[in-house]
């Protein structure tokens, strides 16, 4: 790429790496609580692994080795995931910019991006390991794009890196590259790329990268597959026919959902234009319609043979997001102007990027006017000085990983245990005081320490089931006097 073009390009970076830290700054000043995935990092943090469970560990490893430089914080947290997706933008951009002439196009292709809901607002609401298919599927995107057109044994290694942290990423993720193979062994002027000496380095780079999870994973099967199986196959007591259709429908409405408003957006932005922009094409445009296909018809097969019932859009990252790219090759095939568009462009682009950030904190900080309480008002911080103030805990024993996560953001010198994930089991030998909580329900209900907890305790330490007592704290954003209800026990027993 020389000069001119990096210039013409780095706008767009700029104002991408500007977004990100905006960002970061809305989701620290959102609330301290942490939601599912982020508290899932904090508290599987405490332990190095080559598996966790039905997700590979490729952002546990990440957010490990962050934590031990920066320790557990959710700045740590923020940043990682927000640098993720930075560089995945990056990279896009990098990969239009080799297939489009047009700079309109190559910005509107990136920026694109976050007309895509799952991407734009999805992943910062929530989302880890998505966002690792994502950043992963860019790199290989990147590398592959550019080993058809510019080879090199840099462009092969940047595909066999993209794959390998792909695999760590989500499983899911290998329809990726399988669709890119099938696609470009279907092109005649393409095939040369494939059959290359230079592809066993794509393959050993990745057969490295993934090698010790394939270790755990050999052994830990059952263990790694069944929840996701658990998700995919939700069909109760369906007949097979029921099944199939229950499994087209929803990844007919997961497309819809993954790609409505980015047409949407398009339509708007290059009016009459688009529809015979469509009707156009390009070697490349063929490519990635053979990669798309080959895509879908991958996730049919899992729902004709696997008995996928439940499609997610989530699990169409890996291959939709280039929906963006894909539509702007599609109007500079058709030669249309692009001067206009891009004007229209700039309003709608900056709408997303008030709005994203102004709507996940505007999620949480109106519950002070509506009394509708998110998982990122919730007091954890508040209800753990509290009971600080009671007795310093020597490790604790959490209801699930949410809380246990939540805890270890602000107590991070004590083991923290969930009777959710038994894989992580510290010998608790002369750890006193123990400190036990859970999560209550908001209305009625008991108030008694969980079953599986007492169980826990009898099976673990001998210990029977403590007196158990009722913590109440503010929310965040608490409307009037609203307070949130724990559960806690101390065990004071000597080891």
């Not at 932005?269 to 991958?298: D, I």
């Amino acid at each position: 790429m020389t000069e001119s073009s990096r210039r013409d390009i780095s706008w767009i970076f700029v104002l991408l790496a500007a977004y990100f830290v905006l960002q970061v700054g809305v989701r620290l000043a959102t609330s301290h609580s942490l939601d599912l995935d982020e508290a899932e990092q904090a508290f599987r943090s405490q332990w190095l692994a080559a598996g966790y469970g039905p997700q590979p560990p490729f952002y546990n490893w990440l957010q490990y080795t962050v934590f031990q430089f920066a320790g557990v914080s959710l700045t740590a947290l923020s940043v990682v995931k927000n640098l993720l997706l930075f560089s995945s933008y990056v990279l896009y951009g990098l990969t239009a910019r080799l297939v489009l002439r047009d700079k309109a196009l190559v910005a509107i292709a990136t920026l694109g991006l976050l007309t895509i809901p799952q991407m734009a607002f999805e992943m910062q609401r929530d989302l880890t390991h998505t966002v690792a298919v994502f950043f992963s599927a860019s790199i290989f995107f990147y590398g592959f794009i550019r080993s058809l057109k510019q080879p090199s044994l840099a462009s092969y290694l940047i595909s066999g890196i993209g794959i390998g942290f792909g695999l760590l990423a989500k499983y899911n993720f290998a329809i990726l590259p399988a669709a890119a193979l099938i696609a470009a062994l279907s092109d005649a002027r393409l095939r040369p790329r494939i059959f290359d000496w230079r592809l066993v380095l794509t393959a050993a780079v990745a057969l490295v990268i993934t090698l010790p999870h394939l270790f755990w994973l050999k052994d830990n099967l059952d263990f790694a597959t069944a929840r996701t199986l658990e998700k995919m196959t939700a069909s109760g007591d369906a007949s097979y026919l029921t099944q199939v259709a229950m499994g087209v429908s929803s990844l007919a409405v997961a497309t819809i959902s993954f790609a409505a408003l980015t047409v949407a957006v398009f339509a708007i932005v290059f009016g009459k234009s688009l529809r015979p922009a469509l009707g156009s094409g390009s070697e490349w445009t063929r490519l990635l319609e053979r990669m798309m296909l080959v895509f879908l018809a991958g996730i049919l097969l899992l729902i004709v043979f696997g008995g996928a019932a439940g499609i997610k859009d989530r699990w169409l990252v890996p291959m939709l997001f280039i929906l963006p790219l894909y539509f702007c090759l599609k109007i500079e095939a058709a030669g249309v102007t692009t001067d206009r568009a891009f004007r229209r462009f700039i309003p709608i682009l900056t709408v997303i990027m008030i709005g994203v950030p102004a709507v996940l904190y505007g999620s949480v900080a109106t519950a002070r006017f509506t009394g509708h309480y998110e998982r990122l008002n919730r007091p954890y911080a508040g209800m753990l000085e509290t009971l600080r103030k009671q007795a310093e805990p020597a490790a604790i024993l959490a209801g699930d990983s949410l809380l246990a996560g939540n805890l270890r953001q602000d107590i991070p010198g004590v083991p923290i245990l969930s009777v959710d994930y038994p894989g992580f089991n510290p010998d608790l030998t002369g750890r006193r005081p123990l400190l036990l909580v859970w999560l209550l329900p908001q209305k009625g209900g008991n108030e008694g320490l969980p079953p599986a907890m007492a169980q826990w305790l009898q099976t673990n330490l001998g210990v029977s089931a403590p007196e158990t007592s009722v913590i109440n704290v503010p929310y965040f954003y608490a409307r009037g006097d609203d307070t949130y209800r724990f559960g806690y026990a101390w065990v004071n027993q000597p080891g």
